[in-house]
């Protein structure tokens, strides 16, 4: 089985920063396509940043210039650089991924976090 676990999530001021991680373990061979998504109350759950196996990045319009999303392709880990937080960016933050467990040629499957709540105060 394969776990997404994210950690790092809190209360900040308006303004303020946090780093968000993401940690991959199990039957993972290797991970393409690594997410942040969010989920706001009464809202749908929405892309936040994208990165994939390259290295290349995605980010939602919102986001763009505040937030920096990151891997560690040997830690099977990713990461999401939050700065100049904002009330509109509280929400439950999810790790999602699309893992391979036995080669580069064999199935994919999607897994998601258990989220990680971050709030943002004015």
């Known amino acids: 089985q394969v776990q997404l676990v994210e950690s790092g999530g809190g209360l900040v001021q308006a303004g303020g920063s946090l780093r968000l991680s993401c940690a991959g373990s199990?039957?993972?061979?290797?991970?393409?396509?690594m997410d942040w998504y969010r989920q706001a109350p009464g809202k749908q759950r929405e892309l936040v940043a994208r990165i994939n196996s390259g290295g290349i990045t995605t980010y939602a319009d919102s986001v763009k210039g505040r937030f920096t999303i990151s891997r560690d392709n040997a830690k099977n880990a990713m990461y999401l650089q939050m700065n100049s937080l904002k009330p509109e960016d509280t929400a439950v933050y999810y790790c999602h991924a699309i893992v391979r467990k036995d080669s580069d040629y064999g199935p994919s499957y999607s897994y998601w976090g258990q989220g990680t709540q971050v709030t943002v105060s004015s």
């Open positions: 199990g039957s993972i061979f290797s991970i393409n396509v």
